[in-house]
C-alpha cells in the first residue's frame, strides 16, 4: 500500500549520507500471491536469463560439474576423534569462527578515564535474546565485580519499617522471570545530528534483551510496611562510584513488572551488567535499570536527582528541557541488510530486523525499499512480548538497482513509528535522548549498504 504520510521535497543538504526521494525509483512491487509461490518466483527467475547467475552465492556455490571438493573430500572432524567435554571448571565459548562477534566501543560519546560504552553487534544476533556477553554496556563510574556476600540492599523512606536485605535473604524469596528489552535513552543519538555513524551496531546497538530473574520490588515494599497510599515514588540508588539514583513512579511498581533482578538467562548476572543486584523498569529507558542496587527509598514526589533533573533530559525547541520523559517509544530497525554488509547479487534475500515499544506489545512493522513509497507488512516471528524484543522477517527480491530499506513498527496502543520529519516537527534538532525514529538504509547497486537519512 502507498504511504500517505511520508513527507515529501526537497532534503536538508547534508553529508552523503543525504539523498533526495525525487533521486529513488521505486525498485521492487509485489502481487499478493502467497509466500511460498513468491520464494518460488524468486529462484525460477533467478535461474533463467544470462544476466541473472545466481539468486545468492550460498544458493549455487560451485558448478556441479567435477563436484564440491568439501564434500567428496572428507574433513579431518569427520575421519578423526574430536575434543572431549569442556575441562573441569571451565565456561563455554563462542567458535573460533566467530571471534568478530564482538560489542564495540564509540570514540564519540562521553567518556571518563576508560570507556563508558560498548554497543550490541545487533546485525549478528538471531531471534531476540542478547547474549549477556554481548549485552550493550553504559558504565557512569566503571563497572565492579561485587563480593555479593558483602552486598545489602535497604528499604527505607514511607516504610513501617526499615529494612536491610542481603543477598541470600532475596534469593530465598518467590521470583519470577521474564524477557525484557533495555535500551539506553541516547541509543540512535548521533543521527540527531545528522552523523553518518556506519554499522546498525553504532545506530542502535545501545539496546539488548534478556531474561531477568528476580524479585517484584512491591514484594519488598510490602515487607517493610510502605504505605502504598500516600507513597507514590521510589529512588533507587546504585553503589557505583557515581551513586547513581532514580525516580522511579510507583505506578509502575504496582503493576508487579519493576524487579530487583539477580539474574539474566538463566545464570547470574554479568559485573558489568549489575552483578550481584540490578533494578529491571521494563519500557524505561536503560539509565532508570540501576546497576549494583543497593537502597530504595519511598518518597511522595519525585526525588530531582542529578540524572533526571540536568542529566538525560530532551532539549525542545523553545530552549526548554524536558525532564523524566523515561518511557522508550515504539521503534524499529532492519539489522539485515543494513550499513556496513554487502548483498553478493541479485536475488532473493530475507530482510529482517528487530522492533520494540515500552508501552506493551508490538503490533505490526513496514517494511519498504523504495524509501518510503510503498510499504509490505512483515512477519512477526514468536514470541511477541510486551516490552520485549520482537523479530520481523520479509521477503524480498532484489534486483540489483538502488534500494532503500526502512522499517516501521506500530504498538498495541496505536502508536506508529514516528519519520524524522514528524519527531524534528515536535522536539527540534538538538536533542539527544529518545530518537525513536525511522532509520533508513541504502543498498547500492554494487550491493554495498550504507547509513542514509531522509528528512
Not at 52 to 80: C, F, K, M, R, Y
Not at 159 to 174: A, G, H, Q, S, W
Not at 197 to 222: A, D, K, N, R
Request: charged share 20%; net charge positive.
Amino acid at each position: 500500500m502507498n504511504q500517505d504520510d511520508t513527507p515529501s521535497g526537497r532534503l536538508q543538504k547534508a553529508p552523503e549520507n543525504f539523498l533526495s526521494r525525487d533521486g529513488i525509483k521505486t525498485v521492487f512491487s509485489e502481487g499478493k500471491a502467497g509466500r511460498r509461490d513468491f520464494i518460488r518466483r524468486a529462484f525460477a527467475a533467478a535461474a533463467v536469463g544470462a544476466a541473472a547467475p545466481a539468486v545468492l552465492a550460498q544458493a549455487n556455490p560451485v558448478p556441479l560439474e567435477g563436484g564440491d571438493p568439501n564434500i567428496l573430500n572428507l574433513p579431518e572432524h569427520s575421519t578423526s576423534l574430536g575434543q572431549g567435554v569442556a575441562p573441569e571448571g571451565s565456561y563455554g565459548k563462542p567458535s573460533k569462527y566467530e571471534s568478530n562477534v564482538l560489542r564495540r566501543q564509540s570514540p564519540g560519546l562521553t567518556q571518563t578515564t576508560q570507556a563508558s560504552v560498548s554497543f550490541a553487534p545487533l546485525q549478528s544476533l538471531f531471534g531476540i535474546v542478547t547474549p549477556s556477553g554481548l549485552h550493550f554496556e553504559r558504565h557512569h563510574q566503571g563497572w565492579w565485580d561485587i563480593d555479593p556476600s558483602k552486598h545489602r540492599l535497604m528499604i527505607n523512606g514511607m516504610v513501617k519499617t526499615p529494612m536491610v536485605f542481603t543477598m541470600d535473604e532475596i534469593m530465598r524469596l518467590p521470583s519470577v522471570s521474564r524477557f525484557h528489552f533495555i535500551e539506553c535513552g541516547a541509543n540512535s543519538a548521533a543521527e540527531w545530528g545528522n552523523v553518518a555513524v556506519p554499522t546498525v551496531q553504532y545506530t542502535h546497538g545501545m539496546l539488548s534483551c534478556s531474561e531477568f530473574t528476580g524479585v517484584p520490588l512491591i514484594t519488598l515494599l510490602e515487607r517493610a510496611g510502605a504505605d502504598l497510599k500516600n507513597g507514590k515514588f521510589v529512588l533507587a540508588e546504585g553503589a557505583d562510584g557515581s551513586s547513581m539514583t532514580r525516580t522511579i513512579p510507583m505506578a509502575l511498581i504496582l503493576s508487579g513488572e519493576v524487579l530487583v533482578a539477580y539474574g539474566q538467562n538463566g545464570e547470574m548476572l554479568r559485573p558489568e551488567n549489575g552483578y550481584p543486584l540490578r533494578l529491571v523498569v521494563p519500557g524505561v529507558q536503560g539509565v532508570s535499570w540501576v546497576k549494583y542496587l543497593r537502597r530504595i527509598k519511598l518518597g511522595d514526589m519525585p526525588f530531582a536527582a542529578k540524572d533526571e533533573a540536568v542529566h538525560y533530559v530532551d532539549l525542545m525547541p523553545d530552549g526548554q528541557l524536558r525532564q523524566y520523559g523515561s518511557v522508550q517509544e515504539c521503534k524499529s530497525v532492519v539489522t539485515t541488510p543494513s550499513g556496513g554488509q554487502v548483498l553478493l547479487d541479485k536475488g532473493f534475500y530475507n530482510i529482517t530486523g528487530l522492533a520494540w515499544s515500552g508501552r506493551g506489545k508490538v503490533k505490526k512493522v513496514d517494511v519498504t525499499v523504495d524509501g518510503g513509497r510503498n510499504w509490505r507488512e512483515a512477519r512477526l516471528e514468536g514470541p511477541v512480548m510486551s516490552k520485549s524484543l520482537t523479530r520481523f522477517n520479509l521477503d524480498w527480491v532484489w534486483d540489483g538497482k538502488p534500494a532503500i530499506v526502512q522499517s516501521r513498527a506500530t504498538d498495541e496502543t496505536g502508536y506508529v513509528q514516528a519519520t524524522y520529519k514528524q519527531l524534528r516537527a515536535v522536539r527540534g534538532t538538538r536533542s539527544i535522548y529518545h530518537n525513536n525514529a525511522i532509520q533508513s538504509w541504502l543498498v547500492q547497486e554494487n550491493g554495498e549498504v550504507k547509513n542514509v537519512q531522509l528528512s
